[in-house]
């Protein structure tokens, strides 16, 4: 019982000490960024069952949130819509790096957003990449991704993995987005 308490109280403290300085990082990039930041940490840890000092900060950031906003002159309804469409477009890196899209044009929901609805992603025969509802202001966009290919299937260590990492050529994966017709 006190070692499973003493390692979730160190679990805490990590979170609460990476939280603290992945905020005050992107604060001091720019208050929009700290903003975002903020409220994927809000979301992280939210509903989770954290130290009263998480939940102290988790305060605390809100507090910041609406001064920053104030200061700012927007809204915080911008700030949730853009956080929301930040999280679809991490998902969506996600399942396109993961190659995750389904074969013979299956929807596959990226995330739902709260002022569109359901988002989902899917190819089609010519190998054209569909999103609905569309989020673009052009009806096709290209994408693309830097990727590296690595041969060798284990590593010694962390390190041995990093030196072939930055050893190997970069080549960029495309993506092409068209509206469904």
């Known amino acids: 019982g006190?070692?499973?308490a003493s390692l979730g109280h160190a679990v805490d403290e990590t979170r609460l000490a990476e939280?603290?300085?992945?905020?005050?990082?992107?604060?001091?990039?720019?208050r929009w960024i700290g903003l975002?930041?903020?409220?994927?940490?809000?979301?992280?840890?939210?509903?989770?069952?954290?130290?009263?000092?998480?939940?102290?900060?988790?305060?605390?950031?809100?507090?910041?949130?609406?001064?920053?906003?104030?200061?700012?002159?927007?809204d915080s309804q911008l700030l949730e819509h853009s956080y929301?469409?930040?999280?679809?477009?991490?998902?969506?890196?996600?399942?396109?790096c993961g190659n995750d899209i389904p074969a013979m044009e299956r929807k596959l929901e990226v995330t739902s957003v709260p002022s569109s609805g359901r988002v989902e992603?899917?190819?089609?025969?010519?190998?054209?990449l569909h999103v609905e509802p569309w989020?673009?202001?052009?009806?096709?966009?290209?994408?693309?991704?830097?990727c590296r290919t690595i041969e060798q299937?284990?590593?010694?260590?962390?390190a041995e993995l990093w030196e072939a990492l930055i050893n190997s050529e970069p080549e960029f994966q495309k993506f092409r987005f068209a509206v469904a017709r």
């Open 84 to 96: 929301q469409w930040m999280q679809w477009c991490d998902r969506c890196s996600l399942i396109l």
């Open 2 to 4: 006190d070692a499973l």
């Open 36 to 74: 975002l930041v903020s409220r994927h940490t809000d979301f992280l840890y939210c509903n989770e069952s954290t130290s009263k000092e998480m939940q102290d900060f988790l305060q605390a950031e809100a507090q910041r949130r609406d001064r920053v906003l104030r200061s700012l002159d927007i």
């Open 121 to 128: 992603i899917w190819r089609d025969s010519q190998e054209r």
């Open 135 to 146: 989020p673009f202001r052009k009806p096709q966009i290209e994408v693309q991704v830097e």
């Open 19 to 30: 939280s603290t300085y992945r905020v005050a990082e992107a604060i001091r990039k720019h």
């Open 153 to 158: 299937l284990s590593f010694e260590d962390d």
